[in-house]
């Protein structure tokens, strides 16, 4: 008689990855409502349209690769992904950006590189920086937001939006104007308070830019829900939160002309929100234990200021994150825990006869 | 989650990846023998991975490959000292032939000194101890009478056959030198017999 | 010394050990210059006109020099034909030349031309050594074109663009725009398409040699049942 040898757990928690993911989707709502108030019907499509073609694209790949297409597609990860990236395209930027986004995120990031758990870089920023370096145009125009928009002019309504989406062969004029990273970038010579005083997207605000601050407080909305059922650890979002502001604290040359901007503005404009709670917690690609997840949050902090205020890009949270990505084995590397019982940390490439 | 989970703080994630990839250096650095299987990464992993399954058997894997190396080490151990036993063993020997070669030379050169006279007595000695009893001597010598007589016999007898047979003349002239051989060593034991009888 | 035949030669060049495929040498100036069509045919045939002079060159001397300095001696041939190729296209397409650039001296330090010098040339006959560098080249340059004009389409979305720079005045109608006027894709022009379009060009190689192994074991005929014994004890004879 055989004995079947099982090992502990003999019970498994209720998490299932499936879950996990639906749970991320749910928590970038209050986001999505916040761009789809203050931008129109495009990132609402954006994000539909993403969802689309990573399922189906997808399943082709699985396909491809002949693997379970069913359960693959079950874990929704290609929906995060897809979903965070429509969230990162310019509302009403034609379809095939968002197209052929979504299929470098899912395929050739995501797939190529053995499925999730595998990928080295976070599947939606990879899509993201692919796009943004290939259509530099369409990636760099961005709705204005309905608060500045002129009198008896509004967004275009959903129809409308999607037959800007589909046919429409130049970028869209009359409702696009700059988002308040680019128009500090592009305002030199002026000290901040004048920038303030001209543009309307700072003078209208309550604190950071028209609109971008309600989407970035949506995000974190967001992501403290995340970080309540413990989907991720405070770690990375407060390390990358503190040092950016840190970063334009130190900068911040009591706002003159060389100023790059206050560190509220840079809390809440561009993706610094969404960056901090739904991209870099990728478990996948990021460091591992606590203290690498500290280093590596400050790294990506550091480089978003670095190039948003001197790189040639408005915002920065996508090469960023990329860069910390190439970065995380090596600070998994140092940064081991301290294992109970043990006086003292160790290296992951030690060797037992160094000792 | 799993590495929050892990209460003696291991990175069940990382220890994943190298027992996948059997990187026993990389495991032992990252303290897989502190994991106590207490299943608390497995039950919190989202993607319902076996973590310590894989754990257990990346562990008898480890431990294996030890016990393999302690037996190969001791193996090697027992080898090299049978080689320098036998080295030894060897020289040992090299150098008993040596000191033999060298009393020997010293003998030769020193001839009628005082080594010479030890080696005279020493073979004095052993000849004395060879000595037995006159009753032995004088059987023994009887029975050296008794053998040569039969062996003159018989050599009589084959002569007498190849004359009656009329061999060739070399045969005969050999069995009667032999014959006559017989009969000197039949006279000497007899004379011995008659010295040793006195 | 192997004797090899001309048929091996061809296919080992061309497919199975193809320099910039296979053995993935060469992959700087290849990832570097493949932007257009033209680009890639110049640097391709630059590299053919080099590897093909150097090897017979190796093989005319390789019973001459001796092992401690052939190295520094196949250098040098090469870097003569480089020089060559190099006044060369000053010569004729001067244009091109200014394209492509630190990559036509660069061809010096392509591993492919020192790799079959050292592997092929030196150890065969001349007209062996001769083909080989036709065959290694004609392989490079076809990955070359393959990956120029992927690129060119994608990134730019012409075909055969400039040809005029290379060929002269016949082809200065040659440009086709297949998807029209205005298109861009930047990233299949910048170094990481080229990365991407090579790693899908080594991927449908390797599918294809696949479907070959798979037909072949296919064709093969099944092995007849209870044709092999397992003996444990004795002879049969």
Redesign the interface.
Known sequence: MAFRQVSSPHAHGAQNTARLMQLVVWATIPGLIALTWHFGWGSFINVMLASITAVISEALILKMRRRPVGFYLGDYSAVVTAVLLGLALPPLCPWWVVVIGTVFSVVIAKQLFGGLGYNPFNPAMVGYVVVLISFPIEMTTWVTPLALLPDGITHPDFLESLKLVFFSTSPMDGVTGATPLDSFKHAAGLTVDQIYQQDSLFSQAMFAGVGWEWVNLGFLVGGIVLLGSRVFTWHGPVAMLVTLALMSLIFWDSGSSQSPGSPLMHLFSGASMMGAFFILTDPVSSAVSNRGRLIYGALIGILVYIIRAWGNYPDAVAFAILLANFTAPFIDNYTLPRTYGHTDRRKATERLEDK | ?C??AC?????P??LLWYSQAEDH??L????LF?CI????C???????I?L??HY?SSKSDIKKAQEEKVKSTQARERFEFRKQRIELAEKEREAKRAARREAAKQAQASTGTDAMADIVAAAQARAAAKTTSPEQELAKLQRAVSSAEMRVEKAQVKLDSALENAEPTEKINILSAALSGAQQKLEKAKVRLAEHSN | MSIVSISEVTKNGLWTNNPALVQLLGLCPLLAVTGTVVNALGLGLATMMVLIGSNIIVSLIRHHVSDAVRLPVFVIIIATFVTCAELIMKAFTYELYQILGIFIPLIVTNCAILGRAEAFASKQSVGMAALDGFMMGLGFLMVLVCLGAVRELLGQGTLLADMQLLLGPIANSWTLRPFGEGYSFLIAILPPGAFLVMGFLMAIKNAIDWQIKLKAEAHKPAPVKGAKRIRTTGHIS
């Open positions: 989650m590495a929050e209460p003696v703080s291991l990175l994630q990382q250096e990389r032992e650095a990252h303290n502190d299987e207490c299943g608390a497995s039950y919190v992993c989202p993607s319902n076996p310590v399954q257990r």
